[in-house]
């Protein structure tokens, strides 16, 4: 019986064996003799170069996890019921923290055209703030209210409808299309064939920016050219509208060109004096979701901030150079047979040229408020504020501009006097 036991006993010990001499012959541990081959080891071993491995591939698992998901699906929905705002603490499921908001909970039926869903009903839910002190407050809704809404799976076999996005349920785009047709009826009425010179260019730029440079610039195109084929472009509109085919709108075209390219220097170099990087509020605010683009296994920036800040301040100036131009060939025009032609030039634009400052500044100088006010908020005081570049790089874009009008009266007085020369 004993000897049955012990039998049993070796078997059972050969079969525990088995996986530790199988792991002994396929192991890959080395053994070092002595300390001097360890440290050998240690110094052919680079941390930052695994690690940069280690980065990239997890780099490619968040992009593709982004694209495998990188279109949300919105289903235009009508509300059929729908409750009081309420305020709710719920459980972030991200972070795991607990945030205070105002939702409101009801039922929609989905008005998608073309929609497997068309007609279905689902329970809603919206967000109308994230905001605990409730600075922000979306407005609440109502039956009979269009909204759009993306699909929440709970489980198998039941669905859910929330408010894709804080601000992104709101139905605005029609009403915001009757708004704008019914001013530019009355600016086109009022000033006539003088509007046209305000629209086509206008038009233009919204279509080159947000329909060519923007998708481009994600695709990798150089953002400096992109930039001077946008003023380019627009450039000439303006040129050509108010000063015809000829060489005078030649003249004004290329001072605003060669002006624009001479302030990116200018701009770098202020900015280098004051250690900027870029960081301005919307760069801020857009830096955390913006993903790298990886070629061959290298992380490349999909753009700089830095440039891309310089380059805004410089399509900020352009069209005040452009149109500060055409004026001044236009004055030019007028003095022509005058002696002092170029002082009495001079006379004109500056007012002009100080009317078109004032309203740069007041604009941008709203534009600081509310970046102001939110530094203010977060109990800062006016030295921290007047040291952060969020809020200094507006005053530095304020004197890049100022300075661009200032140099191109007589810049196009100088082109165009050598043009005419010729």
Sequence with gaps: MIKKFFVVFLFCMAVLCVPLVSHATNSNEVYLKDYSEYENLMNEFDENTVNKEYYIQQLIRDLQAIEENSEIKLYEAEIIEINEPELRYLQDATTSEYAMGMYQYGKVRVTEENSLINGVELTYMACLTYDIYNNIVMPGLEVGDTTYITLLQIDEETFVAIAPELDTYVKRFPTMVAISLIILAMVAIYFGKHS?????????????LFFVVGPLILQGFNLWLLMFFTIL???????????????????AIFTTCLLSVVMIPIHFALDSMLNFSGLTAENFLLSSGVAPNIIAS??????????LSVSLTIIMMFALIALTACKTIAKSEEHKAKTKADELIRA???EYIA?????????????MLPKYLILLAKNYNTRFILQSEIFLVEFVRILIILLGIMLTVPLTLLINKFMEDK
């Design 196 to 208: 046209v010179k305000f629209l086509v260019p206008l038009v233009l730029m919204v279509d080159l």
């Design 348 to 350: 004109d634009m500056s």
């Design 298 to 307: 290298e992380v490349v920036p999909i753009f700089n901030f830095h440039s």
């Design 233 to 251: 472009l627009n450039t000439i509109a303006i040129a050509v509208l108010k000063l015809g085919v000829n060489s005078r709108a030649f003249t």
């Design 355 to 367: 009317e078109m400052s004032f309203i740069a500044i007041v604009i941008m100088l709203t534009e």
